[in-house]
């Protein structure tokens, strides 16, 4: 069974900075790409960042590009998030989600159940 | 960057009703569409990828259909389970999702 676990959410003053790990399960980990979406609370969802699966390739959202740092170590069957000059505004729900392909490009498959970060003073 | 519209925002409807959620995309995205069904406090769940292929174990009342810019996701008989928001995203250029749609009980 895949799964997903997200960990390392909690409260941060803003400007402060916050690692997320996601650990992988039930599937070969260094075969997939993996992706970061959040969820602020009583929105939608938004789409952060995407990493292949040998770390070449890596893509962030506008809104985040610069502060987010997104990595993996496929021995570990883990990724992370490095989160960095928080704000307000990334108050939300933090997902890790694995990527699937097909003909039409990539879709996300299987998802974590989340980890709550809240950046507040 | 492509924006995604959904539409309506959100509606009501019966058990056994056919209900259709339109999401509409700023520029043609070929069939990079995906749908999302999420429940309150849950993670998201794929329902249908490539605009009409349906995700192994989701139900055949779920169906999607569309190209280029305008897509549709059909639900044939409403269930109550299938009271959620749902998304569409596209992976054309990036990704990027709809505001979603909550599907409400009338």
């Known amino acids: 069974e895949v799964q997903l676990v997200e960990s390392g959410g909690g409260l941060v003053q803003p400007g402060g900075s916050l690692r997320l790990s996601c650990v992988a399960s039930g599937f070969t980990f260094s075969s997939y790409s993996m992706n970061w979406v959040r969820q602020a609370p009583g929105k939608g969802l938004e789409w952060l960042s995407y990493?292949?699966?040998?770390?070449?390739?890596?893509y962030y959202a506008d809104s985040v590009k610069g502060r987010f740092t997104i990595s993996r170590d496929n021995a570990k069957n883990s990724l992370y998030l490095q989160m960095n000059s928080l704000r307000d505004g990334d108050t939300a729900v933090y997902y890790c989600?694995?990527?699937?392909?097909?003909?039409?490009?990539?879709?996300?498959?299987?998802w974590g159940q989340g980890t709550l970060v809240t950046v507040s003073s | 960057d492509i924006q995604m519209t959904q539409s309506p925002s959100s509606l009501s409807a019966s058990v056994g009703d056919r209900i259709t959620i339109t999401c509409r995309a700023s520029q043609s995205i070929s069939s990079h569409l995906n749908w999302y069904q999420q429940k309150p406090g849950k993670a998201p769940k794929l329902l249908i990828y490539a605009a009409s292929s349906l995700q192994s174990g989701v139900p055949s009342r779920f169906s999607g259909s569309g190209s280029g810019t305008d897509f549709t996701l059909t639900i044939s008989s409403l269930q109550p389970e299938d009271f959620s928001t749902y998304y569409c995203q596209q992976g054309y250029s990036l990704w990027t999702f709809g505001q979603g749609t909550k599907v409400e009980i009338k």
């Open positions: 990493i292949s699966s040998t770390s070449s390739t890596v």
């Open positions: 989600a694995r990527a699937a392909h097909s003909g039409y490009g990539y879709y996300f498959e299987f």
